[in-house]
């Protein structure tokens, strides 16, 4: 069976489970982060903060499975903000943010691929190949401009940037002022366009984080025997 069949196959018995889920079957921990985050927060998530949104297949996922959840979606590349744009522009629980977050605050320059996913700050796909001055600032500055005193889910996928962010909401992450924190990280030293799992837990239990899990772990290698990256979930150390 082919690799591409196997992932279709997957993917429909992940939808099939998550459906029973939702009429009442019982939902098994670490599986599907909807339901976990409405067991840990013991209420239903009624805020998000999309850092990296793209072109918004994750603020679609958030607002089917987070009913009456008001989105922020953060993208810095024009042309994915333009597709996040026409899909979301008139939605009333969306608000769109053409702006990159990190540890400082200015323009920087990112590194465009083929493939939109990949732009990064991070790595380029080639020496020569094309870039885009984007509007940076700090998720601290951001909040305050915003008057967003508290989220229940921070979302992060930048492509290997991820620690820049997280260095500039430290004030917010150690405040307590995001709940959960939902972070691509990798598993491979050296791998430039992710963020190693280690460092980006070090930091957020120093900001009072406990880690809670991973999703969508993604295995690679011959047997499928090596770790390659992941979707990892922080709590705040109060949550009951």
Same mark, same amino acid.
């Given at each position: 069976m082919s690799l591409n069949w196997k992932y279709h196959i997957g993917k429909a018995t992940f939808s099939i489970m998550d459906m029973a889920v939702r009429f009442g079957a019982p939902s098994p921990t670490g599986?599907?982060?909807?339901?976990?985050?409405?067991?840990?927060?013991?209420?239903?998530?009624?805020?998000v903060i999309d850092v990296g949104a793209n072109v918004g297949d994750t603020v679609a996922e958030y607002l089917s499975k987070f009913q009456d959840c008001q989105i922020h979606a953060l993208e810095p590349v024009s042309s994915n903000f333009k597709i996040l744009s026409d899909r979301f522009h008139n939605h009333t629980r969306v608000t769109l943010h053409p702006l990159a977050l990190g540890a400082e605050t200015g323009t920087k320059?990112?590194?465009?691929?083929?493939?939109?996913?990949?732009?990064?700050?991070?790595?380029?796909?080639?020496?020569?190949?094309?870039t885009e001055s984007v509007n940076i600032t700090t998720l601290d500055a951001w909040v305050a401009e915003e008057k967003i005193s508290s989220v229940d889910l921070l979302k992060i996928d930048a492509e290997g940037f991820e620690m820049s962010i997280v260095k500039g909401a430290d004030q917010f992450l150690r405040k307590?002022?995001?709940?959960?924190?939902?972070?691509?990280?990798?598993?491979?030293?050296?791998?430039? =366009?992710?963020?190693?799992?280690?460092?980006?837990?070090?930091?957020?239990?120093?900001? =009072?984080?406990?880690?809670? =899990?991973?999703?969508?772990?993604?295995?690679w290698g011959e047997r499928k025997q090596k770790a390659s990256f992941a979707n990892g979930l922080w709590l705040w150390h109060t949550l009951k």
């Open positions: 599986l599907f982060l909807n339901h976990d985050l409405v067991r840990f927060l013991g209420r239903p998530v009624r805020s320059v990112i590194n465009l691929w083929r493939n939109r996913e990949y732009h990064s700050f991070s790595r380029q796909e080639t020496a020569s190949g094309p307590g002022n995001a709940l959960a924190v939902f972070v691509e990280v990798g598993f491979i030293h050296g791998d430039i =366009g992710k963020t190693h799992f280690s460092a980006m837990d070090d930091f957020l239990v120093d900001c =009072g984080f406990i880690f809670s =899990g991973f999703y969508q772990f993604l295995r």
